[in-house]
């Protein structure tokens, strides 16, 4: 096994592999990157965020869906949607995700646009009175549910409250924060640093960081994100989520 000087040699490595404009095409944060206005990005982001586990060609083909039928314009679509527009994605299935839910995280988001000033504003604000992204999401998640919902839509926005390693929505703070000039991550949002960031563990990344001897939690619950986190922070404490794409990459691609 890695000594400690090496794994970060192996893994810094498989960052710069990985971290690149060619990871883009098969992945999720293809969706975002769509667009250029704040606004779009932060509600195509979200969006494929929210329904990104499973088969990625089958995630980005209902992604897609989704956006074709906000007419290519997301932040527009949010604000200024009609019930009979709104009411299109009441026939909207990407696994258990269905139009109850989408319905409703589009109502969320109209909220959330035109009374709390948008997604980052409410982030900031979590993050600024907890001062941790653990804190920050779940209070984003009482945001989020804030009006009259089925509770079964509660299921498809993870609160680490709850014991959840919340991989989606750690994933996309990823995209929304860093900004390494990769091409990859946005870096649009500005108030929270790199540095508080917590790894997106999901069963590829996971496995793939208890067998190089950095996890030893066996489930991939906020407990494994804090501890892997903590441990990627000692090879670089400014951008310990970098390490995503080696982890991801390394059990994607089966790349040992």
Same mark, same amino acid.
């Given at each position: 096994m890695y000594n400690t000087s090496q794994l970060k040699?192996?893994?810094?490595?498989?960052?710069?592999? #990985?971290?690149?404009?060619?990871f883009i095409e098969s992945d999720p944060v293809s969706i975002p990157h769509n667009f250029s206005k704040k606004e779009d990005i932060e509600i195509a982001g979200f969006l494929a965020a929210t329904i990104a586990w499973g088969n990625r060609k089958a995630i980005l083909k209902s992604a897609n869906q989704l956006i074709a039928w906000m007419d290519f314009a997301p932040y527009d679509f949010i604000i200024n949607h009609s019930l009979k527009e709104l009411n299109v994605f009441n026939k909207f299935v990407y696994r258990t995700?269905?139009?109850?839910?989408?319905?409703y995280f589009l109502k969320s988001l109209q909220n959330i646009y035109k009374n709390l000033n948008g997604i980052e504003s409410v982030f900031n604000q979590g993050y600024k009175q907890k001062g941790n992204i653990k804190d920050a999401i779940s209070f984003f998640w009482d945001v989020f549910f804030a009006l009259p919902h089925e509770k079964r839509t509660q299921k498809h926005? *993870?609160?680490?409250?709850?014991?959840? *390693? *919340?991989?989606?929505?750690?994933? #996309?703070?990823?995209?929304?924060?860093?900004?390494?000039?990769?091409?990859?991550?946005?870096?649009?949002?500005?108030?929270?640093?790199p540095a508080g960031l917590m790894m997106p563990v999901d069963v590829h990344s996971g496995n793939i960081a208890r067998e190089l001897g950095l996890l030893t939690r066996k489930s991939n619950d906020w407990k494994a994100v804090d501890e892997l986190t903590v441990n990627l922070r000692l090879f670089d404490g400014n951008d310990p989520v970098k390490y995503d794409f080696a982890l991801f990459g390394l059990g994607v691609n089966n790349d040992f």
């Open positions: 040699e192996f893994l810094d490595e498989k960052v710069n592999k #990985y971290n690149c404009p060619d995700f269905n139009g109850i839910d989408c319905m926005l *993870a609160n680490p409250q709850k014991g959840s *390693a *919340a991989k989606r929505i750690n994933m #996309y703070l990823r995209w929304m924060v860093r900004n390494d000039n990769k091409g990859v991550d946005f870096g649009i949002w500005k108030q929270i640093k």
